[in-house]
């Protein structure tokens, strides 16, 4: 375990703003960075993606291994998740926990004025942002309890008594 659930999403708060850019983990776009991005990913790099060179940008997964120093896609990240819960029970997971969806994950900050909220690198136009869950189609949260500590314990342990009245 290389972080607990407090400290992903404090190291993500600390990364908004940074740019996205599709296949980047938070390091340096270089122009053969650029280039080699785009003959990978073709268009899922955009050519706008070139004026972000000289600065260090990271995609939605990228955010989260940045953090861990474990690398994997959003798919991986959502096979190696112990917990799978529907995006519907949002309100149950602690924070920290990784909001979901084909193709995208982001962090998951908890609830503010009554709406969960997240924060990911949302794609080229938006960078790393914290906006309510509602601004995407996540479609489920997950607990990767190997990489992080959610500060979970196991079920309290209640001491059974026996009292005895009137003998």
Known sequence: ISLDNLGLVKFAKSKIGTPYVYGMKGSLLT???????????????????????????????????????????????????????????IEKAPIGALVWMQGHIGVYTGMRNGYPYYIAADGSAYGVREV???C????????????????????????????????
């Open 31 to 89: 122009e053969e960075k650029y280039e080699q991005l785009r003959a990978m990913y073709g268009d899922l790099v955009w050519k706008s993606d070139r004026k972000k060179i000289g600065k260090v940008c990271v995609d939605c997964s990228g955010l989260i291994s940045w953090a861990c120093g474990v690398t994997l896609g959003s798919g991986q990240w959502k096979a190696r998740a112990t917990k799978i819960n529907p995006i519907s029970t």
């Open 132 to 134: 309510p869950l509602r």
């Open 136 to 167: 995407n189609k996540f479609t489920h949260w997950l607990l990767v309890n190997d990489v992080f500590d959610y500060g979970t314990e196991d079920e309290e342990v209640v001491e059974k008594c026996k009292i005895i009245i009137d003998g």
